[in-house]
């Protein structure tokens, strides 16, 4: 078992560094690339929206209540907008791409797969890596960078809104602490996240739809394993991320 985990996590890189590769290599496939941007965009843009009101509204009740206890509640603000920028919006873009844009490019892949598509593309002389999956990837990418500006945005008027009217507190000092604690790396790390954590979903999804295994069942199978999969890198992932910026990066007055 450990030594076909490990086998596996070794063909997920090369998958990976092909990839990689590939990017840089003409032709570029197009129309390829903005029919998946428009298909991953339009299943996540509205679940997205709609998840990130709850979740920055949580986390200012949540915050507020503390800050309250702490008697610091005029940090309130600062505290749940880096919340929300910094993890909560990377997350939920990511959680959603990879459940509803991932598992379509898995299941796509994994159908023309066991079609034998792929093997007659090769035949060809024709690379499913740069045909099929260069584009999905960098689609991938490219939604998760441009959806997690709106989720940040979103759930950061969710949480004033809740802040405001059910925790009474004033809209100077929510925006006044969040403009004495934020910074603009704080920006660019969110950003990151959701650029590398796009990547991932990609990576993952295109991984498990090129090995299905057992026709139609095994497709149906990788992806529920290419959800769960990238589920747990993504977390994995964000706390090396969180660390190494809180290393690096000192806080704004620090």
């Known amino acids: ?89 990377p997350l939920i873009v990511a959680l959603l791409i990879a459940g509803a844009g991932g598992s379509a490019i898995c299941a796509d892949l994994g159908s023309r797969k066991i079609r034998e598509e792929l093997d ?17 990837v960098l689609a991938t990418m490219a939604v998760a960078v441009l959806l997690n500006g709106l989720v940040s945005v979103v759930g950061t008027l969710g949480g004033y809104f809740f802040n405001v009217i059910l925790q009474d507190g004033t809209p100077g000092a929510y925006l006044s602490s969040f403009s004495a604690l934020a910074q603009p790396a704080d920006l660019y790390i969110s950003e990151l996240k959701a650029l590398v954590f796009g990547f991932i979903a990609g990576i993952v999804a295109a991984y498990r739809g090129l090995n299905p295994r057992g026709g139609p069942k095994g497709v149906g199978d990788a992806v529920n394993q290419s959800v769960v999969i990238t589920f747990l890198l993504l977390f994995f992932v964000n706390m090396v991320m969180t660390a190494l910026y809180l290393r690096i990066v000192p806080p704004k007055g620090g």
Do not use: D
Request: glycine letters at 8%; proline letters at 5%; zero cysteines.
């Open 1 to 89: 078992m450990i030594t076909g985990a490990l086998r596996q996590t070794g063909r997920l890189f090369v998958l990976a560094a092909e990839v990689a590769r590939a990017i840089f290599r003409r032709p570029f496939q197009f129309r390829e690339f903005a029919e998946q941007f428009w298909f991953v965009a339009g299943v996540t843009i509205l679940p997205a929206a709609l998840v990130s009101i709850p979740f920055g509204a949580v986390i200012a009740l949540q915050v507020g209540s503390l800050t309250q206890q702490l008697g610091a509640q005029s940090f309130t603000g600062g505290a749940s907008v880096l919340a929300v920028v910094q993890q909560a919006s």
């Open 120 to 136: 007659a593309m090769e035949v060809m002389g024709i690379s499913p890596v740069q045909r099929l999956v260069v584009p999905r």
